[in-house]
């Protein structure tokens, strides 16, 4: 069964330093999110992209976030200068082509990143 | 008001009862309802979408009441691998792609 896969699982970084965080969404996906859950919390969306730009993007989605499809089929996810309450678990999903908001998201198993 | 509400839990509840947990949210608008469940540190994965006139998949029944602005779920004779965070999610009015989640109720199942 396709899947969405993320690396790495874990992620440790000093304050301040630049993370990237790579996703592989499912290969016929058109549709792809970035969403956060910091520990204990809810999940909480970021960014939505589509058709090589961004579609929507919430309040957490500063200038200090950016994301990318470099490829035909990596979606990252930077953060530029991390700041401890950026620790959290950040989620890639991805879905199908249809238009509808039913379509179903399918999530990847998460990088958890630590900032120190 | 928080834009969708669950009562955080937990609910434990022995193997093979029924258990049953809302969820209310804000918006009346709201076209599109889902819920997720979630294991302990792991990514959410898609229960069951939740429709107009209520729908079921095996052991698992939702609703949505559109009046009071709530949608359930209920669980049939559960087993020991139901226990998780169950959450409710909503898309948000206006948007195309984004949803909102509640916290999640914690569910345990004991033997």
């Known amino acids: 069964e396709p899947e969405v896969t993320q690396t790495p699982s874990h992620q440790v970084t000093q304050m301040g330093q630049e993370v990237i965080l790579r996703c592989v969404p499912i290969?016929?996906?058109?549709?792809f999110y970035w969403y956060r859950q910091i520990l204990g919390q809810k999940v909480e969306f970021l960014v939505s992209f589509y058709n090589n730009e961004i579609s929507e993007k919430s309040e957490i989605f500063d200038d200090q976030f950016s994301v990318e499809r470099p490829d035909g089929s990596n979606f990252t996810l930077k953060i530029r200068s991390t700041k401890l309450e950026d620790s959290a678990m950040y989620f890639c999903?991805?879905?199908?082509?249809?238009?509808?908001?039913?379509?179903?998201?399918?999530f990847g198993p998460g990088t958890r990143l630590t900032v120190l | 008001r928080k834009e969708v509400e669950q009562d955080p839990g937990p609910f434990n509840v022995p193997e093979g009862a029924t258990v049953a947990f809302n969820c209310t949210y804000s918006n009346s608008a709201s076209q599109s309802f889902f819920w997720y469940r979630q294991d302990c540190r792991k990514e959410p994965k898609l229960l069951m979408s939740?429709?107009?006139?209520?729908n079921e998949d095996g052991r698992f029944t939702a609703q949505l009441n559109r009046a009071s602005q709530y949608i359930s779920l209920l669980i049939r004779d559960s087993k020991l691998s139901d226990s998780a965070t169950y959450l409710c999610?909503?898309?948000?009015?206006?948007?195309?792609?984004?949803?909102?989640w509640g916290a999640g109720t914690k569910l345990i199942i004991k033997p």
């Open positions: 999610v909503v898309n948000k009015v206006g948007s195309n792609y984004q949803l909102i």
């Open positions: 290969s016929n996906h058109l549709y």
């Open positions: 999903a991805s879905r199908g082509a249809g238009t509808s908001g039913d379509n179903e998201q399918f």
């Open positions: 939740v429709y107009s006139s209520g």
